[in-house]
């Protein structure tokens, strides 16, 4: 979330789209009926169903699934030719005046660059055009055809009412009548805010629909705003935390990045992550990349690492392909590439896309390691459960250890909501049995493999055996000791330009401010830096005052960056710095302190005066938020619709019979995953998979209470396609797709109702995720039985919410 | 007469020896008759502030759990609601965070190390040393076999493609930490966690 769960309740308008919060979040939904209650806030939803968001909403559409581009790019031509942006906003806060290079073009569906035997672009053209100063040229009076905002108007001047609703099913009143909403929070006294989650994420254009969600905040002028902002509603408890941390095939901590194998000099690796301003005076703050780098590799390697030795660069792994994602991952390990693999607190059977290759992968490994306080179905793909689980233990050859873990009833730390908030918790009781914390098995596991390192030696063993390791108890390292590392220290004495000691060595860091890049500090993790300082541990703090009636509690828990709690803050003030209406004060410029003052830690220098021009989006070359984004994304600098890989719909309205741009052109598909897609003909139902308010995943089917309330697999279909197959509430029917098939209990609901999409009707099936055949709950088909092997372009992130099924009596 | 007290200190006051029906008169007492049965179930129970496991709400929680922490007594947790000190769940939980004491007791917890060799079809009990040291012993096969210091172009990449390692957005961030210490330090790429999917 750029903004905060209680923020919710500032806004004056809440799209709820990509998401099912009232379900999924109910916690956190009451803010938007304390909005809808107290701030006299309207909530519209837009989803493929009539759900528990859409019950109490104002107002609501219904969109075909992977529609969302279509809607909101019409949404942004919409704002641009009826003049409905916060212009002062529009002209310095975004790149909108921007030029961008000549020869960067879309035709036919496609990018410049395109290169169709490798699907990828050659993002040069994608640039803003540089003036003879080294600077970005600029058109304050947004006119020239080169500028971003006159491209933008360009781009989206096809999304015409008519071509949106054929695209999405809504009919062109709903479609009207919901934007001109949403175009009235473009005054500076009024904020929408935007809540999303996984409904916007899986799907192979998933990136570019939240990123036209955050073009048209920008249109709005609601990105830094109180009750504004772009919203994940993230998933798991600690997801937000293991993201920030980088555990990703292609992430360091805190958003660095991993080399290339193309990258094999130091200072160019460096060079290419320091972001110098490319707008004369701009924060620009990524040009401190080194301070952090240097900062992680000190407190990874120690001593080892020195100026020398660039900081033991070639001591991490370098990437030979973008992503070493778990779709490439398990389609290497289903060809037997690989020989081990690990599971903590994961179930990729029941997680990732089409079940059967994942069995395939699992059974042609070596060893499986599995780290879960409970039984998982990963740990026991190769028992046969029957219809569940059709395998023959016999002619698996993987050997699977299984390792207890706890459960947060018994471990202590910190954990990160998605509103970025650190919260630390504390150990209720002993695990059962010889359950034990993951921190300890990490720890054990690993001095083990330094020992066999240090007695048999082996290949490159230096980062092995140098990594820091300095714990009280070696095999069990504390969540005390680890926080205070991934903080920070200073190593040294850290001296100010007068040569005065800012900080003793030992220390621990107060903020990532401090952090050098001549080995003088160490932080684990630099935009944690902060958390756990010489005041001690900032994230079990529990004041809950609220100072300035913001919703803003500053005082409890810890957020990252800096405690900030509303991310680009510093555009919720006008250029001179007075907040844009008084309704909406949040932080402003005290000329008689000369700083940033106000309800929240400023996201800005705080003591950069208004006159001094340095702009919001802090983290930025340009100091402004992009509508055009560069070369920051893989499939295109402006987000265009593109058919889901399995669709109901032959071919892409927007382009058609040009075939390349029928998908997203630039998403990874393997041979073998293509030729499994189903064809309309064969699979005609438009099918999506989610949760429910009862279940957490595949969890809560393991805790006796949620498995007696939500006991039992079903499936969702409309009253039309119930008649249309001949299917009662309460038969049993078959759902398969190209890949395989599930049977469920049909619920036959109102809430889903056929779309006319072109020439034909489109039904949607809904098809909840959370049974499988471990558990106290009935047993059930683990759905991924029916999805698609093929994930975002910039992500990864399968397509689980837009793939096609024919459902059929059982 | 402005007074302003949260529930638990209204808890405190009540302990403290202050009538708990004057305290209502004075019009700020909650729920007075439910609050009083359920301090008295708690009343000996240890309290440990907690976040709720599932979603990224992030709600409050207070465990409560007996034993009364001599030696070799184990606290059991028999309780768990919200915490109304919380800015953003104010002491509500939802239908899963109301059903997390059925996670924690949960019939479907691991409890002992276990291995299922190859071929076979059932679960063996093993110690933590024996599984950790033929996991070790696997993975330092598998890594000196085929860690690669340089790739067909001569560069030098310092990696190892044939081990994964899944992590889990559910733990800590001290085990997501000390997790990407280790795993990076192996050279390992192949590396994800749930934010992926």
Same mark, same amino acid.
């Given at each position: 979330?750029?903004?905060?769960? %209680?923020?919710?309740?500032?806004?004056?308008?809440?799209?709820?789209?990509?998401?099912?919060?009232?379900?999924?979040?109910?916690?956190?939904?009451?803010?938007?009926?304390?909005?809808?209650?107290?701030?006299?806030?309207?909530?519209?939803?837009?989803?493929?169903?009539?759900?528990?968001?859409?019950?109490?909403?104002?107002? *609501?559409?219904?969109?075909?699934?992977?529609?969302?581009?279509?809607?909101?790019?019409?949404?942004?031509?919409?704002?641009?030719?009826?003049?409905?942006?916060?212009?002062?906003?529009?002209?310095?806060?975004?790149?909108?005046?921007?030029?961008?290079?000549?020869?960067?073009?879309?035709?036919?569906?496609?990018?410049?660059?395109?290169?169709?035997?490798?699907?990828?672009?050659?993002?040069?053209?994608?640039?803003?055009?540089?003036?003879?100063?080294?600077? %970005?040229?600029?058109?304050?009076?947004?006119?020239?055809?080169?500028?971003?905002?006159?491209?933008?108007?360009?781009?989206?001047?096809?999304?015409?009412?008519?071509?949106?609703?054929?695209?999405?099913?809504?009919?062109?009143?709903?479609?009207?009548?919901?934007?001109?909403?949403?175009?009235?929070?473009?005054?500076?006294?009024?904020?929408?805010?935007?809540?999303?989650?996984?409904?916007?994420?899986?799907?192979?254009?998933?990136?570019?629909?939240?990123?036209?969600?955050?073009?048209?905040?920008?249109?709005?002028?609601?990105?830094?705003?109180?009750?504004? &902002?772009?919203?994940?509603?993230?998933?798991?408890?600690?997801?937000?935390?293991?993201?920030?941390?980088?555990?990703?095939?292609?992430?360091?901590?805190?958003?660095?990045?991993?080399?290339?194998?193309?990258?094999?000099?130091?200072?160019?690796?460096?060079?290419?992550?320091?972001?110098?301003?490319?707008?004369?005076?701009?924060?620009?703050?990524?040009?401190?990349?080194?301070?952090?780098?240097?900062?992680?590799?000190?407190?990874?390697?120690?001593?080892?690492?020195?100026?020398?030795?660039?900081?033991?660069?070639?001591?991490?792994?370098?990437?030979?392909?973008?992503?070493?994602?778990?779709?490439?991952?398990?389609?290497?390990?289903?060809?037997?590439?690989?020989?081990?693999?690990?599971?903590?607190?994961?179930?990729?059977?029941?997680?990732?896309?089409?079940?059967?290759?994942?069995?395939?992968?699992?059974?042609?490994?070596?060893?499986?390691?599995?780290?879960?306080?409970?039984?998982?179905?990963?740990?026991?793909?190769?028992?046969?459960?029957?219809?569940?689980?059709?395998?023959?233990?016999?002619?698996?050859?993987?050997?699977?250890?299984?390792?207890?873990?706890?459960?947060?009833?018994?471990?202590?730390?910190?954990?990160?909501?998605?509103?970025?908030?650190?919260?630390?918790?504390?150990?209720?009781?002993?695990?059962?049995?010889?359950?034990?914390?993951?921190?300890?098995?990490?720890?054990?596991?690993?001095?083990?493999?330094?020992?066999?390192?240090?007695?048999?030696?082996?290949?490159?063993?230096?980062?092995?055996?140098?990594?820091?390791?300095?714990?009280?108890?070696?095999?069990?390292?504390?969540?005390?000791?680890?926080?205070?590392?991934?903080?920070?220290?200073?190593?040294?004495?850290?001296?100010?330009?007068?040569?005065?000691?800012?900080?003793?060595?030992?220390?621990?860091?107060?903020?990532?401010?401090?952090?050098?890049?001549?080995? *003088?500090?160490?932080?684990?993790?630099?935009?944690?830096?902060?958390?756990?300082?010489?005041?001690?541990?900032?994230?079990?703090?529990?004041?809950? =005052?609220?100072?300035?009636?913001?919703?803003?509690?500053?005082?409890?828990?810890?957020?990252?960056?800096?405690?900030?709690?509303?991310?680009?803050?510093?555009?919720?003030?006008?250029?001179?710095?007075?907040?844009?209406?008084?309704?909406?004060?949040?932080?402003?410029?005290?000329?008689?302190?000369?700083?940033?003052?106000?309800?929240?830690?400023?996201?800005?220098?705080?003591?950069?005066?208004?006159?001094?021009?340095?702009?919001?989006?802090?983290?930025?070359?340009?100091?402004?938020?992009?509508?055009?984004?560069?070369?920051?994304?893989?499939?295109?600098?402006?987000?265009?619709?593109?058919?889901?890989?399995?669709?109901?719909?032959?071919?892409?309205?927007?382009?058609?019979?040009?075939?390349? =741009?029928?998908?997203?052109?630039?998403?990874?598909?393997?041979?073998?995953?293509?030729?499994?897609?189903?064809?309309?003909?064969?699979?005609?139902?438009?099918?999506?998979?989610?949760?429910?308010?009862?279940?957490?995943?595949?969890?809560? *089917?393991?805790?006796?209470?949620?498995?007696?309330?939500?006991?039992?697999?079903?499936?969702?279909?409309?009253?039309?396609?119930?008649?249309?197959?001949?299917?009662?509430?309460?038969?049993?029917?078959?759902?398969?797709?190209?890949? &395989?098939?599930?049977?469920?209990?049909?619920?036959?609901? *109102?809430?889903?109702?056929?779309?006319?999409?072109?020439?034909?009707? %489109?039904?949607? %099936?809904?098809?909840?995720?959370?049974?499988?055949?471990?558990?106290?709950?009935?047993?059930?088909?683990?759905?991924?039985?029916?999805?698609?092997?093929?994930?975002?372009?910039?992500?990864?992130?399968?397509?689980?919410?837009?793939?096609?099924?024919?459902?059929?009596?059982? | 007469?402005?007074?302003?007290?949260?529930?638990?200190?209204?808890?405190?006051?009540?302990?403290?020896?202050?009538?708990?029906?004057?305290?209502?008169?004075?019009?700020?007492?909650?729920?007075?008759?439910?609050?009083?049965?359920?301090?008295?179930?708690?009343?000996?129970?240890?309290?440990?502030?907690?976040?709720?496991?599932?979603?990224?709400?992030?709600?409050?929680?207070?465990?409560?759990?007996?034993?009364?922490?001599?030696?070799?007594?184990?606290?059991?947790?028999?309780?768990?609601?919200?915490?109304?000190?919380?800015?953003?769940?104010?002491?509500?939980?939802?239908?899963?965070?109301?059903?997390?004491?059925?996670?924690?007791?949960?019939?479907?917890?691991?409890?002992?190390?276990?291995?299922?060799?190859?071929?076979?079809?059932?679960?063996?009990?093993?110690?933590?040393?024996?599984?950790?040291?033929?996991?070790?012993?696997?993975?330092?096969?598998?890594?000196?076999?085929?860690?690669?210091?340089?790739?067909?172009?001569?560069?030098?990449?310092?990696?190892?493609?044939?081990?994964?390692?899944?992590?889990?957005?559910?733990?800590?961030?001290?085990?997501?930490?000390?997790?990407?210490?280790?795993?990076?330090?192996?050279?390992?790429?192949?590396?994800?966690?749930?934010?992926?999917?």
């Amino acid at each position: 979330m750029t903004n905060h769960w %209680v923020d919710i309740r500032n806004a004056n308008l809440i799209l709820s789209m990509g998401g099912n919060s009232a379900e999924a979040h109910p916690v956190g939904f009451r803010w938007v009926t304390e909005a809808i209650e107290h701030n006299k806030a309207e909530l519209i939803t837009i989803d493929p169903r009539f759900t528990r968001t859409g019950a109490v909403a104002q107002d *609501k559409a219904f969109i075909r699934t992977g529609t969302d581009i279509a809607f909101l790019g019409g949404l942004i031509s919409y704002l641009i030719e009826t003049d409905q942006i916060q212009r002062e906003y529009v002209l310095n806060y975004t790149d909108a005046a921007l030029i961008v290079r000549d020869d960067y073009g879309f035709e036919d569906g496609l990018f410049s660059g395109y290169d169709a035997s490798t699907r990828s672009y050659d993002k040069r053209s994608w640039m803003y055009a540089m003036g003879d100063d080294g600077f %970005v040229r600029r058109d304050e009076s947004l006119q020239d055809p080169r500028c971003v905002y006159q491209l933008l108007r360009a781009h989206y001047s096809r999304y015409t009412p008519d071509m949106v609703s054929s695209i999405t099913g809504i009919q062109v009143d709903n479609i009207q009548r919901i934007w001109k909403k949403i175009a009235a929070t473009a005054v500076p006294d009024r904020t929408m805010t935007i809540l999303y989650a996984l409904g916007w994420t899986q799907h192979s254009i998933g990136s570019q629909i939240i990123r036209t969600a955050a073009m048209v905040q920008l249109l709005l002028g609601n990105m830094g705003m109180p009750g504004g &902002g772009v919203n994940a509603l993230r998933g798991h408890s600690n997801i937000q935390g293991l993201t920030d941390l980088g555990l990703l095939s292609q992430l360091l901590p805190g958003y660095m990045t991993l080399a290339n194998a193309t990258e094999q000099e130091y200072r160019a690796y460096i060079d290419k992550r320091v972001k110098q301003p490319t707008i004369e005076g701009q924060v620009s703050y990524w040009k401190n990349y080194e301070n952090f780098h240097v900062s992680l590799m000190k407190s990874w390697f120690g001593n080892a690492a020195t100026q020398q030795n660039d900081w033991c660069f070639d001591w991490l792994p370098k990437l030979e392909r973008p992503l070493y994602d778990v779709l490439d991952t398990f389609d290497r390990m289903s060809r037997g590439e690989l020989t081990g693999y690990f599971c903590q607190g994961f179930n990729p059977l029941a997680s990732f896309p089409d079940r059967a290759k994942v069995t395939r992968a699992l059974s042609s490994l070596k060893y499986l390691v599995v780290m879960d306080p409970l039984n998982t179905e990963t740990s026991e793909f190769w028992k046969n459960y029957g219809e569940y689980n059709d395998v023959d233990p016999s002619q698996i050859d993987t050997e699977v250890f299984r390792l207890p873990t706890c459960c947060f009833a018994e471990d202590e730390g910190s954990i990160v909501n998605s509103a970025r908030w650190l919260q630390w918790h504390w150990a209720a009781a002993p695990p059962p049995g010889d359950s034990r914390p993951d921190t300890a098995i990490m720890g054990e596991l690993f001095l083990k493999l330094k020992q066999l390192y240090q007695q048999e030696g082996g290949v490159f063993p230096a980062p092995i055996l140098n990594l820091t390791w300095d714990y009280k108890i070696p095999a069990e390292p504390s969540p005390q000791e680890l926080a205070r590392e991934y903080n920070g220290r200073a190593l040294e004495d850290l001296v100010d330009a007068d040569g005065n000691v800012t900080r003793r060595a030992g220390e621990q860091l107060a903020g990532f401010a401090e952090l050098t890049a001549d080995g *003088k500090t160490a932080a684990g993790c630099w935009i944690f830096t902060g958390c756990w300082t010489e005041d001690g541990n900032m994230m079990a703090r529990r004041d809950n =005052a609220d100072p300035y009636g913001t919703g803003n509690t500053l005082g409890w828990a810890w957020a990252w960056p800096m405690n900030r709690r509303i991310l680009y803050n510093r555009a919720s003030a006008d250029l001179q710095g007075r907040p844009w209406g008084t309704n909406k004060a949040f932080i402003w410029w005290d000329g008689e302190q000369g700083a940033w003052v106000g309800a929240d830690v400023p996201d800005f220098p705080t003591n950069s005066p208004p006159s001094q021009g340095q702009m919001p989006f802090i983290m930025q070359p340009e100091g402004v938020g992009h509508l055009f984004a560069g070369q920051s994304m893989v499939d295109g600098p402006f987000p265009e619709h593109y058919e889901p890989f399995e669709s109901p719909v032959p071919q892409n309205l927007l382009h058609p019979g040009k075939e390349q =741009a029928r998908n997203n052109p630039a998403a990874r598909i393997f041979d073998a995953d293509r030729e499994a897609l189903g064809k309309p003909e064969d699979f005609p139902h438009a099918a999506t998979t989610y949760r429910l308010t009862e279940h957490f995943h595949f969890w809560t *089917k393991h805790a006796e209470l949620n498995a007696i309330v939500q006991p039992q697999q079903f499936v969702e279909i409309g009253e039309a396609l119930a008649e249309e197959i001949g299917v009662a509430a309460g038969d049993w029917v078959k759902v398969s797709s190209n890949r &395989g098939s599930i049977r469920a209990v049909a619920v036959v609901t *109102k809430r889903m109702r056929p779309m006319r999409i072109g020439d034909r009707q %489109v039904h949607h %099936v809904g098809i909840p995720l959370h049974w499988g055949f471990t558990g106290a709950a009935r047993k059930g088909y683990l759905i991924n039985a029916l999805t698609p092997f093929v994930g975002d372009a910039n992500t990864q992130t399968p397509e689980y919410k837009s793939f096609t099924v024919r459902v059929e009596k059982a | 007469m402005a007074i302003n007290v949260t529930r638990r200190q209204f808890f405190k006051l009540g302990g403290a020896g202050l009538a708990s029906s004057s305290l209502a008169m004075m019009g700020f007492a909650p729920e007075p008759a439910e609050a009083s049965i359920r301090q008295f179930k708690l009343t000996h129970a240890k309290e440990t502030r907690n976040t709720c496991t599932y979603c990224s709400v992030g709600c409050g929680i207070l465990i409560y759990s007996k034993g009364d922490g001599a030696k070799n007594v184990e606290q059991n947790v028999f309780h768990i609601e919200g915490d109304p000190d919380h800015p953003v769940s104010r002491g509500s939980l939802c239908p899963k965070g109301a059903g997390l004491l059925d996670f924690v007791h949960s019939k479907g917890r691991l409890e002992y190390p276990q291995v299922r060799e190859a071929g076979s079809d059932e679960w063996q009990r093993i110690s933590w040393d024996e599984a950790l040291n033929r996991i070790a012993r696997h993975m330092k096969e598998d890594r000196d076999a085929n860690f690669v210091q340089r790739n067909a172009q001569g560069q030098t990449v310092n990696h190892w493609t044939t081990t994964g390692f899944l992590a889990a957005s559910g733990s800590s961030n001290e085990a997501g930490y000390i997790t990407h210490k280790v795993v990076r330090s192996l050279g390992m790429v192949a590396f994800d966690n749930q934010a992926r999917v």
